[in-house]
Nanobody, 124 residues
């Protein structure tokens, strides 16, 4: 089992920045992919970014490339999402998720473990 707890959401003006953290506990292995997803009201859950728990390559959704950065801190057992140049369209509940896979998958249904989510609101 893997437990995930997100933090760092809030209200920010357009153009501002936020940093989300996901505290990871329980069983983790180098084969886990840690993902960030978001879901706005009335929309499907959208892939935002992913990184292997063991480090290495990162992957981003097209709508956040160049603005968001995903990283992991193995010493603190956290996965972080730095969000810059935020837009009102980034408003959503952001979720941390874990997928025991050797490939990065962007389909939310593939991820076995989920956090409770944290609200990000970007005002115009």
């Amino acid at each position: 089992q893997v437990q995930l707890v997100e933090s760092g959401g809030g209200l920010v003006q357009a153009g501002g920045s936020l940093r989300l953290s996901c505290a990871v506990s329980g069983r983790t292995a180098s084969s886990y992919v840690m993902g960030w997803f978001r879901q706005a009201p009335g929309k499907e859950r959208e892939f935002v970014a992913a990184i292997w728990w063991s480090g290495g390559s990162t992957h981003y959704g097209d709508s956040v490339k160049g603005r968001f950065t995903v990283s992991r801190d193995n010493a603190k057992n956290t996965v972080n999402l730095q969000m810059n140049s935020l837009k009102p369209d980034d408003t959503a509940v952001y979720y941390c998720a874990a997928d025991q896979s050797w490939v990065v998958r962007t389909d939310a249904v593939r991820y076995e473990y989920w956090g409770q989510g944290t609200q990000v609101t970007v005002s115009s």
